[in-house]
């Protein structure tokens, strides 16, 4: 499937090759989740999720300009994001067998725990975020919230509590349409030239599973809510016609946008002028904007105790920046010489008093 999908997609002679282009069986890089950027006092992260076949990296790499746009653009126009991308086994039969190892729910409890472990590691599970996903990695998404809002864990409810806003990307919206779902996975299977006789058997149980998704992730937007913008295919295959149609690609109440590419071109851009870019630029910027902004992160300094006293005991203050009298009567005040400072350090007055440069004739007292 991989040399057929190669042949579909190869440049031209002479072209610029994709530096950034990671090959689904890239050995310990393709799969899980990865930091594109860490963002500036980051308010949100913004986790991109890809679709079948795809990888973390080349779904959104524009192939002859080697351009990673969450990577090259969005990073710089949104500063204050940490940018994140997920990768997963997307093989068309694999994502529609419900039993399978490779199916949407196991993708998407490995997003809910790689997500979760990474916002706890480095303290930042209240951090709000949006996901940006393209074609079946939005039911990655969708059964990702299912599941998150379902579970006994607080720390996996909290990713469905967090997130509020979802772009889809070329995601049908089939709901309960098993006919519909069927003939999503021909022509899929035709895209990445995979015998259809390889999915016939997963069709009618994938499909069920797949409707059972959305339908559950649809009527817990009744409950709790996300903003959700939706992005459409305005440019057909020669063979087989467009793979997400319009009406599939929307849903009714949400904004919708097109984006003229086919249905794998329309996650990459080479310039911030192409209006696919603008378009899913804006409806994040729309998104973060009224988020409040985090206060810069205080720099600590051990060695210089004049920037650490605000908050502490008045005492403790008086040592660091009093007079060598006001010190002098501290330091014989034994009732409360021994408090401490808040903190690790527990440092108390004569802690604070010898660690400033005091004149001679107050060292003995120290």
């Known amino acids: 499937m991989r040399r057929a999908w190669g042949r579909l997609t190869r440049e031209r002679p002479g072209s610029r090759p994709d530096p950034a282009r990671e090959a689904p069986s890239s050995v310990g890089d393709g799969i899980g989740l990865r930091v594109l950027h860490e963002g500036i006092d980051a308010v949100v992260d913004i986790v991109f999720l890809h679709g079948l076949t795809g990888t973390r990296i080349s779904t959104w790499t524009h192939g002859r300009s080697g351009v990673c746009w969450p990577r090259d653009f969005l990073a710089a126009d949104i500063p204050n994001a940490r940018i994140l991308t997920f990768g997963y086994d997307a093989d068309v039969v694999g994502l529609w067998d419900p039993a399978g ?85 021909t022509r899929l299977a035709s895209v990445v030239r995979r015998a259809n006789a390889d999915i016939v058997g997963v069709l009618q149980p994938g499909s069920q599973m797949l409707a059972r998704i959305q339908n559950q992730f649809h ?11 939706c992005f ?11 793979v997400v149609p319009h009406q ?23 310039t911030r002028e192409d209006s696919g870019y603008t378009k899913i630029f804006g409806e994040l910027k729309r998104w973060i904007d009224p988020l409040p902004a985090n206060a810069p992160t205080p720099v600590s300094n051990a060695d210089s105790p004049e920037q650490n006293v605000s908050g502490v005991h008045p005492l403790l203050a008086a040592a660091a920046s009093g007079t060598p009298e006001l010190v002098e009567l501290l330091l014989r005040t034994t009732s409360d010489v021994n408090i401490t400072e808040p903190g690790p350090t527990k440092r108390n007055a004569l802690h604070f008093a010898a660690a400033f440069d005091k004149p001679l004739n107050m060292i003995p007292l120290l």
């Open 101 to 185: 190892m490779n199916g949407v729910s196991n993708h998407a409890r490995d997003l809910l725990g790689a997500l979760s472990h990474r916002r706890n590691q480095d303290d930042t599970a209240q951090r709000k975020i949006i996901f940006v996903c393209h074609s079946l990695g939005g039911l990655v998404v969708e059964e990702a919230i299912n599941l998150s809002r379902a579970d006994a864990e607080a720390h996996i409810r909290q990713i469905a509590e967090c997130t509020i806003a979802i772009a889809f990307i070329g995601t049908p919206h089939h709901g309960s349409d098993l006919a519909s779902w069927a003939k999503l996975a």
């Open 219 to 229: 009527n817990s937007q009744r409950i709790a809510p996300v903003a959700i913008t």
């Open 232 to 242: 459409y295919e305005d440019l057909p295959y020669q063979t087989i016609g467009v």
């Open 248 to 270: 599939s690609a929307i849903l009714p109440g949400y904004a919708n946008y097109s984006i003229h590419a086919n249905h794998q071109e329309m996650t990459r851009f080479a």
